[in-house]
């Protein structure tokens, strides 16, 4: 068997293995689709979760000094005043007097419409507002006006003092939130690279403004740490110091971590910010409310400033594929599969009687599966935690299911066979190697004898 890198993959082999085997299709496919929006299928749902919960178990539930929270995506207009976006979270937005076609003036080169190909047809950019407004209640007025979230930041912010006055937590502490985050965007492209409605992971961690440099040095090693468990290459990963001139007006440091992605390029996947105490100092001045942490010591009082990782749910799930795709042969038949970490892999282990149509096996195999699927008490085996993550295939040959399960991903498929029913013993196939070995099916339940699962 030949392994090599996979070089030459593109986007659309992604974006068709994800509609195809259910991972993404287009959002209001049937009617023609969306532009911008996605919808994830069972197997990308898995996905999604199993990276959202890993950044979650990482970030907050294996750390002391965070605290989660989960904000409505409504928020009183005030907030996004305060907060400049209003005003300020918009893109140069350009249209072409020829094809009406309307682009995004800073990701083009305007001497030439890149639709219909004439030059000179774009006039000076209008600054578009990113926001997607909307009314709440039943009277539309200036009032009721409300904006579908643009980030999952500000909801933490606006929490930043409830939190304080329930925990009282020592300083520094970070407040985390995952959740949906809309932006009208001039041209969403690049499958779900940018998206209208997508998904953050979001971090505001509190400081005390003379540590900031050091506690920003940790943020960029807790963030490698994560991005190595998502196995991503760290040859692929770029950090990229943002110059003055291109940061936020608030951020005195922005580090963009850009990864290479298939056909686009180095693009940037997550940003590290440190936002000073802009967004306190904002809703302090605008809200009335004191946003001072009183130091458990009796030291004076001060407003934190703030570090903030800032991670995109879609993008981190487009780097994830891009570099799990890998195309082989295996004895001189090619295939495509995922070499995805087991601990996100939407499958964990296929259960597969050898015939579908051999009673016996089936009955054998249906034993397997559901010890698998609902592990007992007493099994103490890794695969007691794969629970949901089991999947019956007694579709087509076994050499089909076995490229099937490659092609998302499942670490390993169990076969059941005749020699089954003598011996109680079953194939196990790895999805890297293709090799296939013996075990007893006992030793599918108890960790102890079962070293190699463990590798
Ligand atoms: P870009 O410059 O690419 O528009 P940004 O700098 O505006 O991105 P941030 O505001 O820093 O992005 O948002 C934080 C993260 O949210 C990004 O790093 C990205 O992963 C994700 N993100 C932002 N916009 C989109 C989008 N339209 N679709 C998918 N993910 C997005």
Redesign the pocket.
């Known amino acids: 068997m030949s392994q090599e890198a996979s070089k030459g993959v593109s986007l659309e082999a992604i974006a068709s293995l994800c509609k195809r085997r259910g991972f993404i299709y287009q959002g209001s496919d049937v009617y023609g689709g969306l532009a ?1 929006t996605w919808d994830y299928g069972p197997l990308g749902v898995a996905l999604k979760r199993n990276i959202m919960n890993l950044w979650w178990k990482m970030f907050v539930e294996e750390r002391d000094d965070m605290l989660g929270v989960d904000a409505a995506i409504l928020m009183n207009q005030k907030v996004w005043q305060a907060s400049g976006h209003t005003e300020t979270f918009t893109d140069p937005l350009v249209e072409c007097s020829n094809c009406h076609g309307r682009f995004r003036a800073d990701k083009i080169d305007a001497s030439q419409c890149p639709s219909c190909g004439q030059k000179g047809t774009f006039g000076e950019p209008r600054q578009f507002n990113m926001m997607f407004k909307t009314n709440v209640g039943a009277i539309e007025d200036e009032n009721s006006i409300s904006y579908l979230r643009p ?1 999952t930041a500000q909801g933490i912010f606006t929490n930043y003092k409830n939190v304080v006055d329930s925990f009282y937590p020592d300083v520094p502490f970070g407040i985390a939130q995952q959740g949906k ?1 809309f ?1 009208n ?1 001039i041209s ?1 492209r690049d499958f ?5 409605e ?1 998904e ?1 992971m ?1 971090i505001e961690y509190f400081v005390n403004k003379n540590d900031w440099e050091k506690e920003f040095e940790k943020w960029v090693k807790d963030i490698e740490h994560y991005l190595i468990e998502l196995g991503l290459p760290t040859s692929k990963v770029h950090k990229v110091e943002v110059p003055e001139a291109e940061r936020a007006h608030y951020s005195k440091r922005t580090i ?1 971590f850009e990864f290479d992605f298939p056909s686009i390029g180095r ?5 590290l ?1 440190y936002r000073t105490d802009f967004d306190l100092m904002n809703i302090q001045k605008a809200s009335g409310k004191s946003m001072e942490y009183r130091p458990k010591d009796g030291g004076k009082p001060f407003v934190p400033h703030v570090i903030e990782p ?7 799930i487009m780097a994830v594929l891009s570099a799990a795709y890998t195309n082989d042969e295996v004895n001189g038949e090619k295939r495509s599969y995922l070499k995805i970490p087991p601990q996100l892999a939407p499958v964990k282990v296929a259960v597969s009687p050898l015939l579908k149509n051999k009673p016996e096996l089936v009955k054998k195999a249906r034993e397997v599966y559901d010890m698998l699927k609902n592990p007992p008490v007493e099994m103490t085996a890794p695969r007691n935690l794969y629970k949901g993550a089991v999947m019956w295939d007694d579709n087509g040959n076994i050499g089909k299911r076995y490229r099937r399960q490659d092609e998302i991903g499942t670490p390993e498929c169990l076969t059941i066979d005749f020699q089954t029913l003598e011996d109680n013993t079953i194939t196990i196939r790895d999805r890297d190697t293709t090799n296939q070995t013996r075990i007893p099916i006992d030793h599918l339940k108890m960790k102890s004898s079962f070293i190699e699962f463990e590798k």
């Open positions: 911008g980030e985050a932006r965007e969403p779900v690279f940018r998206s209208r997508f953050q979001e963009d693009d940037e996947l997550l940003g910010a800032s991670f995109g749910v879609e993008r981190t």
